[in-house]
């Protein structure tokens, strides 16, 4: 009993030693590079988890080939084939991509792709964040909204199953790790709720991570509301809580009595964010992401409610 432990241990103590050491911040020259230092880290380190959870060291020595059959690169736009397509919203679509065989993705929580799009005979790129975890086999999905007069809304618009889009990366991210605060305050406005969701189940499909989430997602109407099933479902968790702001709703009795309670008409003010920090359960760590406008308006808000620039991040 005591050699197995004892080997455990030792098993242990070399899957630590072969984990990527992850860069300083001083180490970042903060210049865009294409690939950042700490793009390659987390890559490198998505590799090391994927290795350690198989218990096959070989993985490591393999990086190189399965990076190339995911067919993600971060300097060159690489085809993905388009599996599904579901309307969400009258502008909004769900869009699944397919990777080949049962190929993982091997995103970090909330990085984004970079789209490539031709209208017109002009070459248009934009990023989007996929809202499935990274670890999703054989496909990733992207919610995209398209507005009336947007170049790249042209491109999306035009799709159907079976077309090919170009994407490249993965860039950024929110460097999340389990337990490493005591409550994150999501604050998303629309297609801002991206990033928000694949850390959502990163924490809740890790029944060692404790941290607590109160996730406030600002829309103009209760149908405009993106993936309430997945959200729903979600919200069971007992560490987790949702709540709504409607900008365009006239009055919570249309909506369904379970969404009575924890939706706000209006927007979000300077004293909704107040009551919202206050009623966390956790000194929070915030989230934004939305238009720019909106993430301008949560920036000065949060400070006005006590939080540091240290303690907010906005994507």
Not at 257 to 276: D, F, I, P
Request: charged fraction near 25%; hydrophobic fraction near 35%; include cysteine.
């Amino acid at each position: 009993m005591m050699e197995e432990k004892k080997e455990e241990d030792e098993e242990e103590e070399t899957w630590l030693q072969l984990r990527p050491t992850e860069p300083l911040p001083a180490q970042c020259c903060g210049g865009g590079c294409k690939p950042c230092i700490f793009n390659i880290y987390y890559q490198e380190l998505s590799w090391w988890e994927k290795a350690r959870a198989k218990k096959d060291k070989s993985l490591l020595w393999t990086k190189m080939e399965e990076h190339r059959l995911s067919e993600l690169s971060l300097e060159t736009f690489r085809a993905f084939s388009i599996s599904a397509l579901e309307p969400l919203t009258d502008d909004t679509c769900q869009v699944r991509f397919a990777l080949p065989g049962n190929e993982q993705l091997g995103l970090r929580p909330s990085q984004h792709l970079i789209l490539r799009g031709t209208v017109d005979g002009l070459e248009i790129q934009r990023a989007y964040t996929p809202i499935s975890h990274g670890s999703m086999e054989g496909y990733f999905e992207v919610l995209i909204k398209c507005y009336e007069t947007g170049l790249m809304s042209q491109y999306v618009k035009a799709w159907k199953v079976g077309d090919t889009a170009f994407w490249r990366g993965p860039f950024g991210g929110f460097p999340y790790r389990p337990n490493q605060y005591g409550e994150l305050l999501m604050l998303a406005a629309g297609t801002g709720l991206a990033p928000m969701l694949p850390i959502l189940k990163e924490i809740t499909d890790n029944e060692e991570d404790e941290t607590f989430i109160t996730l406030v997602g600002c829309f103009k109407t209760f149908e405009s509301i993106y993936l309430k099933p997945f959200l729903q479902d979600q919200a069971r968790y007992w560490n987790v809580r949702t709540f709504f702001v409607l900008s365009q709703e006239a009055s919570l009795n249309q909506l369904p009595w379970s969404y009575q309670e924890k939706t706000h008409l209006g927007r979000l003010s300077q004293s909704l964010v107040r009551e919202l920090v206050s009623s966390c359960r956790r000194k929070p760590f915030a989230l934004v992401c939305g238009p720019s406008e909106f993430v301008g308006d949560m920036a000065l808000y949060l400070q006005g409610a006590g939080l540091s620039k240290e303690s907010y991040f906005l994507f």
